[in-house]
């Protein structure tokens, strides 16, 4: 009967033993997926690397801010014509269509 109960005893100690196991690994996951936990791991890393993106932008552009205004001035004076196509157009279609005096002196033969 003795080893009966000794080996319950050790059952128990073992079960026990691997049940504080469970909630050592319950608690350590409860500790990883909570919401500070996550936030560290995720936003942290991002925003220090959008940090690292604005300010290596920055750097950039006040390295090439003649090529920076450079393009704006070009994309606002394609702007502009594009906003003046149709009227530009038509003074160009004016000034180089050929004139009425032009005309008549290129069907008439000069007789001199």
Do not use: C, F, Y
Request: glycine share 2%; charged share 30%; no cysteine.
């Amino acid at each position: 009967m003795t080893s009966i109960k000794d080996q319950l005893r050790e059952d128990k100690a073992i079960r026990d033993a691997a049940r504080e196991v469970i909630d050592l690994d319950v608690a350590h996951v409860k500790t990883l997926a909570s919401p500070d936990a996550l936030r560290g791991r995720t936003v942290t890393p991002a925003a220090d690397r959008a940090q690292a993106l604005r300010k290596n932008a920055a750097e950039t552009a006040s390295d090439n801010k003649g090529k920076i205004a450079a393009i704006v001035g070009a994309a606002a004076s394609a702007a502009i014509l594009w906003a003046v196509r149709e009227p530009l157009m038509a003074l160009i279609d004016e000034l180089t269509a050929p004139s009425e005096n032009t005309t008549a002196e290129e069907e008439e033969p000069n007789d001199a």
